[in-house]
């Protein structure tokens, strides 16, 4: 019992909080059980980042779980308010560092609605295929990882090869491999150099190939099933309460994607279709990934078809930009959920107050409802498949 | 029922291909013309606008300059904080002059962070250093201009 | 002096004789575990579009060497909470069974290192069993959830799946008439086949069994990583943690020794020399566990179990008595 205390104290567990977590007797006099307190993270190869998971245990069942964030808080949203909204850009590279270029574009077109600004078609265009590709990055990683989590090292390594393809790409037309700082508010920094356009071409035939080979290695595997089949299912409305958004929604059946309900960009003038999952469970959220990949490559290839041949990429846009006063929200189809920045402005070249709706945040709220009364074998699972990313969880 | 055995000759057919292994440091990775590596100072034109201080996201360059015979501002010292910059790019973007620039240096790890204070000197041989290695890449209007100034 | 499988090994130069074997056996395992442990590493790598080592000797040859150097000069820490007496004996207690079970595997036709023992596959499946009280206690007496947590998922897991793989062993025995492994692979090589063709259901179980037994994926729980961290071994350090990696590899080497022996015909074989038959077998077995490594996922604790316990112990029940009755009304 004193051990027990000695210990919570140590994981720094609060005075109020104690009674909580002390340990209590099973109702069964004969049978004596006690509750483990399991610290999993900040440092733990599968919590993607420095993320801790406090989880109360007894036996192999979890009776509780509490996500302790903030260990990757970089005050982002206070920084803003002491820089010019070009200045910004940058930091927004930081948030979702595995969706840089969706990033940029979430605080340029919120600042492009307030300021109402016209940009110029082949930025548009430049715009979308970079942000599909992006997309496409993102959810290999995603895969690579949670197989990775469930016990599987080759798909890691595989999507590593495409995502280095993408990467290479971007590297070439911004000069960057991971922060891109590609956006620019009005269009896109650098038009795509020679021969771009072309190697993205050729990409899209040998990632639909690499697609069918992840659905041949991992769909199929029984091994995988067992571990994802109505792992972690959640209905619709209990998605909906949380305000989950992207993935973790539609894989409940929901069909609700940005680009579709809210289109932005020109996003309508693609055809893609919204892959949504029946169950709810690990499975469907890992398929709709895989799913997703293929409506990014659609767009990709109609985007090449219709960009045109030259054109200015940064539109007539105020040497120094000032907001009007008022407050603008919008947000993106980002590759987690809903990205959404909101502005407050009072009229000067700095925002007065900046909000990010980071999906990652709102998604890993469902994680302790999720995990209570699972077994501990699920916990990995269930996690990986919320799909967070703590540079933007913590901001 | 053996969906894993589709799994299992995926696998296989890997066993054969062609890795994709860089063998760094043996073999340096090429860097495309856009890559935005540590950068590279040309003193001679800079004009000591200090643009490039006051659009820096994270404040990490220092600069000052003084008026010479002709009234015209020379360059005195140029530091870049390598501590806290975040190679973003945004000062090339807004300098007129193009003296301040993107090289494709790239290994900055280094054991003490006195290291990563880069001055004026330091980057003009980086400058340097870029031009013997792309010497295709510096515009020849760009040499000139240094030869003028 | 070699003669001491039929004599009394206990007298004169057959003592000596048998200290030589030993140390020669000894040698042969390290050395096969040096090379597994680079051949994992290599084919894993190249199924995964890498190249794997390559840095230390030519191809990388000397990479395991380095490592057990690295592995041999690191500070030797004992947790301090660690039960003290119970965390050096345990990788002790791990080992050496493993080294022991060598000793009745049939290398080749004939050569002097194996023991003649009637009871071979018995000997076996007993002292393998002893290695679990190792892991066990390595977990236990580091003081770590994580450890604790896999030396106790080791323990059920190797206890629940030494039973499947006894039994699919005993379809063969059934069909050799005897449990001297030299016996089974003259009975092979006299009855005309291979075993694993009349017991094809035995050598499935026998091959799931043995993957599990060996905590290899898709059974690697008692090390899952990305779960466990490390697993029971997550405290030790150094040669310590040696020797539990050496006590894993060599029984992968075992294992494959005693499949190629009482399925694939040990060391029988036509044109090549007996003992290179019986290391492409061996090999043959090492590298399908790679080639799994290289593509599962790791399956879940609770379902290891109901799958030991619901589909392998009636597949090798059956086995058993089909083989059983098949061999009563044939004879």
């Known amino acids: 019992m004193a051990q027990t205390e000695e210990t919570l104290e140590r994981l720094g567990v609060p005075a109020d909080k104690l009674e909580h977590h002390r340990l209590r007797l099973d109702d069964d006099p004969d049978v004596r059980t006690e509750e483990m307190l399991l610290n999993v993270g900040p440092q733990h190869p599968s919590t993607h980042g420095v993320f801790r998971l406090l989880v109360k245990i007894r036996g192999e069942t979890i009776l509780d779980a509490e996500p302790v964030i903030g260990y990757l808080h970089r005050g982002t949203e206070k920084l803003a308010e002491d820089l010019q909204y070009t200045q910004i850009i940058p930091y927004t590279d930081r948030l979702d560092y595995l969706a840089a270029m969706l990033n940029n574009y979430a605080l340029c077109h919120t600042v492009e609605e307030a300021l109402g600004l016209e940009i110029p078609e082949r930025a548009e265009y430049l715009r979308v295929i970079v942000m599909e590709l992006q997309r496409i990055a993102s959810h290999l990683l995603f895969i690579g990882t949670y197989l990775l989590d469930l016990g599987a090292m080759s798909p890691f390594l595989y999507v590593f090869q495409e995502r280095e393809r993408i990467v290479q790409m971007f590297n070439k037309i911004c000069g960057a491999r991971l922060t891109y700082n590609y956006m620019r508010i009005g269009g896109v920094k650098w038009d795509a150099p020679p021969g771009w356009l072309d190697e993205v071409r050729a990409f899209v035939p040998f990632m639909k190939e690499r697609i069918k080979m992840y659905d041949d290695l991992i769909t199929g595997n029984e091994i995988f099933l067992n571990r994802t089949r109505g792992i972690g299912q959640y209905d619709t409305e209990t998605a909906l309460k949380y305000g989950l958004s992207g993935i973790n929604l539609r894989c409940t059946g929901f069909a609700w994607d940005l680009r579709r309900k809210k289109p932005y960009s020109i996003y309508d003038r693609f055809e893609f279709d919204i892959p949504v999952g029946t169950r709810g469970d690990c499975f469907d959220r890992y398929y709709l990934h895989l799913l997703e990949m293929q409506q990014s490559l659609r767009i990709v290839e109609q985007a090449l078809d219709q960009i045109p041949d030259s054109g200015p990429v940064l539109g007539k846009v105020p040497k120094l930009i000032r907001v009007p006063k008022g407050e603008y929200y919008s947000g993106i189809e980002g590759a987690r959920g809903e990205l959404g920045f909101y502005i407050v402005s009072d009229g000067k070249d700095k925002p007065y107050r900046l909000k990010i709706r980071k999906p990652s945040f709102v998604n890993l709220q469902l994680l302790p409802e999720l995990l209570r009364g699972q077994n501990i074998a699920n916990l990995i699972a269930i996690l990986g498949a919320v799909d967070i990313v703590l540079g933007e969880v913590d901001a | ?149 | 002096m070699w003669d001491w499988q039929n004599a009394s090994p206990l007298t004169g130069l057959n003592f000596v004789a048998m200290v030589v074997g030993a140390v020669v056996v000894l040698a042969i395992g390290l050395g096969v575990v040096t090379y597994t442990i680079y051949a994992e590493r290599k084919v894993i790598g190249w199924m995964q579009g890498r190249i794997g080592p390559n840095r230390v000797g030519p191809f990388g040859l000397l990479q395991s060497i380095a490592d057990i150097v690295k592995l041999l000069i690191k500070e030797d820490v004992v947790p301090e909470r660690a039960d003290r007496v119970l965390f050096l004996l345990a990788p002790v207690i791990a080992f050496i069974p493993s080294f022991m079970v060598l000793a009745v595997i049939p290398f080749s036709a004939r050569h002097p290192f194996t023991a003649n023992l009637a009871v071979g596959a018995l000997y076996y499946i007993a002292l393998s069993a002893i290695t679990i009280h190792g892991v066990m206690l390595g977990g236990w007496a580091s003081n770590n959830k994580y450890a604790l947590i896999g030396g106790m998922r080791s323990a059920a897991q190797m206890l629940s799946y030494e039973v499947p793989l006894g039994l699919s062993l005993v379809g063969v025995i059934l069909m050799a008439g005897s449990l001297n492994l030299n016996d089974i692979v003259e009975a092979q090589a006299r009855s005309g086949w291979w075993y694993i063709v009349p017991q094809f259901l035995g050598f499935c179980v026998f091959l799931v069994a043995a993957t599990a037994e060996l905590n290899r994926t898709p059974f690697d729980l008692p090390e899952a990583e990305s779960e466990l961290v490390a697993g029971y071994h997550v405290e030790y350090t150094g040669f310590r943690f040696a020797f539990f990696m050496l006590t894993e590899y060599l029984y992968l080497f075992a294992m494959g020794g005693l499949m190629a022996t009482l399925f694939l015909g040990g060391w029988t074989g036509p044109w090549l020399p007996g003992w290179l038959w019986f290391a492409i077998k061996v090999f043959a077995f090492i590298f399908f566990q790679f080639w799994l490594r290289a593509t599962m996922p790791r399956i879940r604790v609770d379902q290891l179990m109901s799958f030991s316990w619901k589909v392998l112990l009636p597949l090798a029940l059956l086995n058993l008595v089909v083989t059983a009755v098949l061999k009563a009304f044939l004879s």
């Open chain 2, 1 to 149: 029922m053996f969906g894993f055995l589709k799994g299992l000759g995926v696998t296989l057919s890997q066993l054969p291909r062609k890795k994709v292994t860089l063998q760094y440091p043996d073999v340096m990775p090429e860097w495309p013309e856009r890559f935005r590596g540590v950068h590279r100072f040309i003193p001679e034109l800079c004009i000591v606008c200090n643009q490039c201080a006051r659009i820096c996201p994270t404040s990490c360059i220092s600069l000052s300059g003084t008026r010479d015979e002709n009234k015209k501002l020379r360059i005195d010292t140029y530091d870049i904080n390598f501590d806290i910059c975040i190679l973003c790019d945004l000062c090339t973007e807004v300098c007129p002059t193009e003296s301040i620039l993107m090289s494709d240096t790239f290994e900055l790890a280094s054991y003490s962070r006195d290291d990563l204070y880069l001055d004026m000197h330091w980057l003009y041989e980086n400058e340097l250093r870029y031009e013997r290695a792309h010497p295709d890449r510096v515009a020849p209007a760009q040499l000139e201009k240094a030869g003028e100034a």
